[in-house]
C-alpha cells in the first residue's frame, strides 16, 4: 500500500473486517465490501465507503440482519421470488443465483423479486456480471422518502434509481444506472459535508422554496425528481414495480418507519426487481450489433456513453489502487490492515 492508494482487496478486507466486527456474517460481509469497495474503486464516492457507517449501524442496532438466509422459490415459469429475510438485497441475489441460471437456460427470461431486503449502494454492481455473461438486465429499487414532485407538499418517493445493462461484443458492457431524483442522496450528504453549494432545481428548502443549500434540502425539504413530470412518473413506475410488485415498503412507509427507528441505522427495508432477457432468444447476433450501434454513436460525437468514465476510473485503479480518501483513512484507522 502506497500513502495515497490502497490495493483493492485490502480495501475489500478492511471493509469487510468492520461489517463482520458490526455483525455480518462472513459471507455478507465478503458480498458487501466487494461491492462497496467496487463503487469507491469506480469512482462512486457516494455509493463507496462513505456508506459504511450506514451499514454498522443497522448492523449493530439489528435493523438489518447480517446473517439473515435468504428464501429461494421459482413461483412461475420464469419468476424467481426471493424473500431476503431483512438481510441485504446483494446477499440475497448471489443466494438466487443457480435458480437465476436454471430459469434463464429453460425460460429465456427471469424476473427476479426480492423483499423485506435492504439496499444501500449503486445498482451496476449487481448488473455488470449478467451482462459480462451475454444478458440484458434492468433493475431498480427504492428506499426512504427524499423526492418531493413539484406541487407536493412532503418527500413521497424516493430517489429510486434504475438500471440497464447490455453486452456489446469485444468491448466491457454498456451500464446506465442513475436515479430518478435530481441528484443522489449520497452526493447531496457529500456536498452538504463540504459546504458546497448544488443548482437551482436539485431540491427545494423552508416552505417549499428553491434553494442552492444541501443541508437545507436535507432538513427541511426535499429532492426533485429530474425532468419534472417525466422523471415523477418514472419514479412512481419503480416505486410500483420495486416496492408493489415485489411486496417491499413504498419509501413513503419507510420514512413511517425510519420516523420509529432513526437511532437503529441508515439502510432502507425495501424491495428490489430484476428482469434478466437472454437476448439471442429473440435474434441472434445481439452483442455485435449493439457494437455496431456503440461505434455509430461515437461516430456522431458522442465521446462519453454510460460507464465510460467508471471504467476509466476503475483501470486507474487497477493499475495503481484505489485513491486514499478521507473517508477510508477513517476506516482504516479503526479497521488496520494487516
Same mark, same amino acid.
Given at each position: 500500500?502506497?500513502?495515497?492508494?490502497?490495493p483493492?482487496?485490502?480495501?475489500?478486507?478492511?471493509?469487510?473486517?468492520a461489517?463482520?466486527?458490526a455483525?455480518?456474517?462472513p459471507?455478507?460481509?465478503?458480498?458487501?465490501?466487494?461491492?462497496?469497495?467496487?463503487?469507491?474503486?469506480?469512482?462512486?464516492l457516494?455509493?463507496?465507503?462513505?456508506?459504511?457507517?450506514?451499514?454498522?449501524?443497522?448492523?449493530?442496532?439489528g435493523?438489518?440482519?447480517?446473517?439473515? /438466509?435468504?428464501i429461494?422459490?421459482?413461483v412461475?415459469?420464469?419468476?424467481?421470488?426471493?424473500?431476503?429475510?431483512?438481510?441485504f438485497?446483494?446477499?440475497?441475489?448471489?443466494?438466487?443465483? /443457480?435458480?437465476?441460471?436454471?430459469?434463464i437456460?429453460?425460460?429465456?427470461?427471469?424476473?427476479?423479486?426480492?423483499?423485506?431486503?435492504?439496499?444501500?449502494?449503486?445498482?451496476?454492481?449487481?448488473l455488470?456480471?449478467?451482462?459480462?455473461?451475454?444478458?440484458?438486465?434492468? /433493475?431498480?429499487?427504492?428506499?426512504? =422518502? @427524499?423526492?418531493?414532485?413539484?406541487d407536493?407538499?412532503?418527500?413521497?418517493?424516493?430517489?429510486?434509481? &434504475?438500471?440497464?445493462?447490455?453486452?456489446?461484443?469485444?468491448?466491457?458492457?454498456?451500464?446506465?444506472? &442513475? =436515479?430518478?431524483?435530481?441528484?443522489?442522496?449520497?452526493?447531496?450528504?457529500?456536498?452538504a459535508?463540504?459546504?458546497?453549494t448544488?443548482?437551482?432545481g436539485t431540491g427545494?428548502?423552508?416552505?417549499?422554496?428553491? /434553494?442552492?443549500?444541501?443541508?437545507?434540502?436535507?432538513?427541511?425539504?426535499?429532492?426533485?425528481?429530474?425532468?419534472?413530470?417525466?422523471?415523477a412518473?418514472?419514479?412512481?413506475?419503480?416505486?410500483?414495480? @420495486?416496492?408493489?410488485?415485489?411486496?417491499?415498503?413504498?419509501?413513503?412507509?419507510?420514512?413511517?418507519?425510519? =420516523?420509529?427507528?432513526?437511532?437503529?441505522?441508515?439502510?432502507?427495508?425495501?424491495?428490489?426487481?430484476?428482469?434478466?432477457i437472454?437476448?439471442?432468444?429473440? =435474434?441472434?447476433?445481439y452483442?455485435?450489433?449493439?457494437?455496431?450501434?456503440?461505434?455509430?454513436?461515437?461516430?456522431a460525437g458522442?465521446?462519453?456513453?454510460?460507464?465510460?468514465?467508471?471504467?476509466?476510473v476503475?483501470?486507474e485503479?487497477?493499475l495503481?489502487?484505489?485513491?486514499i480518501?478521507? @473517508?477510508?483513512?477513517?476506516?482504516m484507522?479503526?479497521?488496520?490492515?494487516?
Amino acid at each position: 500500500m502506497h500513502d495515497s492508494r490502497i490495493p483493492f482487496s485490502q480495501l475489500v478486507a478492511v471493509i469487510a473486517s468492520a461489517l463482520r466486527g458490526a455483525g455480518a456474517s462472513p459471507e455478507t460481509a465478503e458480498v458487501l465490501a466487494t461491492n462497496c469497495a467496487s463503487c469507491e474503486r469506480d469512482g462512486a464516492l457516494s455509493h463507496g465507503v462513505f456508506r459504511v457507517p450506514g451499514y454498522v449501524a443497522s448492523l449493530r442496532s439489528g435493523w438489518a440482519d447480517g446473517a439473515a /438466509t435468504p428464501i429461494v422459490e421459482r413461483v412461475g415459469g420464469a419468476f424467481v421470488r426471493v424473500d431476503a429475510a431483512n438481510g441485504f438485497s446483494q446477499p440475497a441475489l448471489a443466494a438466487a443465483a /443457480t435458480e437465476i441460471d436454471a430459469v434463464i437456460e429453460d425460460a429465456g427470461v427471469a424476473v427476479v423479486a426480492i423483499r423485506d431486503s435492504h439496499h444501500f449502494s449503486s445498482l451496476w454492481p449487481d448488473l455488470e456480471p449478467f451482462a459480462e455473461k451475454g444478458l440484458v438486465a434492468i /433493475t431498480m429499487v427504492t428506499g426512504g =422518502a @427524499a423526492v418531493i414532485p413539484r406541487d407536493a407538499h412532503q418527500k413521497v418517493l424516493g430517489t429510486n434509481p &434504475f438500471a440497464f445493462a447490455s453486452p456489446v461484443a469485444g468491448r466491457l458492457p454498456l451500464v446506465v444506472d &442513475f =436515479a430518478t431524483s435530481s441528484m443522489s442522496h449520497g452526493d447531496l450528504q457529500l456536498a452538504a459535508k463540504a459546504g458546497r453549494t448544488v443548482p437551482i432545481g436539485t431540491g427545494t428548502g423552508t416552505s417549499g422554496r428553491d /434553494t442552492e443549500d444541501p443541508g437545507e434540502i436535507l432538513a427541511d425539504g426535499g429532492l426533485l425528481p429530474f425532468g419534472g413530470y417525466k422523471g415523477a412518473a418514472l419514479s412512481i413506475m419503480v416505486e410500483l414495480l @420495486a416496492s408493489g410488485l415485489t411486496g417491499g415498503s413504498f419509501s413513503y412507509r419507510n420514512d413511517l418507519v425510519f =420516523a420509529q427507528h432513526a437511532a437503529d441505522g441508515s439502510t432502507a427495508k425495501t424491495g428490489q426487481l430484476l428482469i434478466l432477457i437472454d437476448p439471442d432468444r429473440g =435474434a441472434s447476433g445481439y452483442a455485435e450489433r449493439v457494437a455496431e450501434f456503440v461505434g455509430a454513436l461515437r461516430n456522431a460525437g458522442m465521446e462519453r456513453l454510460p460507464a465510460d468514465q467508471r471504467y476509466r476510473v476503475r483501470a486507474e485503479a487497477e493499475l495503481g489502487g484505489v485513491p486514499i480518501t478521507p @473517508a477510508i483513512r477513517e476506516l482504516m484507522d479503526t479497521q488496520p490492515c494487516d
